[in-house]
């Protein structure tokens, strides 16, 4: 593929996200090959599009993630089928109220329109501490009513 198309195959998995929860995991099953290695640094490594969506549905189960917003800030591709993204996932839950939100840097490998593998980094303290700063709003919210 070329750069533009594996750049376009990047921003439409990112832009699925956003649709639904049921979005987010047909994304991972028809653009993850088979043993994608999708490694979150510090958090959790998984290898195939089946222990990704495990990984996904347990994310819903404990946070209640409806969607993702993808805010790309940079993207761009390298030799070899190599897409850097530099973004901010926003994380909803089901009552469309913001859960978290965390800067992330990930570098992505593509073979034959599929993705092989996947690093991300971000701040875990940050993104914990959001999400509790995201919770007590609720919280304090709800009391008000």
């Known amino acids: 593929m070329s750069a533009a198309a594996d750049i376009a195959l990047v921003r439409r998995f990112f832009e699925r996200w956003a649709v639904s929860f049921e979005e987010t995991c047909a994304a991972f099953e028809e653009t993850f090959a088979d043993d994608c290695l999708w490694d979150q640094k510090p958090m959790a490594v998984t290898t195939g599009p089946d222990e990704a969506l495990r990984f996904l549905r347990r994310t819903r189960a404990v946070m209640g993630l409806e969607r993702i917003e993808v805010e790309l800030l ?20 089901h009552s469309g109220a913001l859960l978290a939100q965390a ?23 940050l993104f914990v501490a959001d999400t509790v700063r995201q919770g007590l709003r609720r919280l304090a919210g709800g009391l008000r009513r």
Not at 111 to 120: A, F, H, L, P, V
């Open 103 to 125: 800067p992330v840097a990930g570098v992505l490998h593509l073979r034959d329109g599929r993705i092989t593998q996947w690093k991300e980094y971000f701040d875990t303290g």
């Open 74 to 93: 940079s993207i761009a591709a390298a030799s070899g089928g190599v897409v850097h993204t530099q973004r901010v996932d926003r994380l909803y839950g």
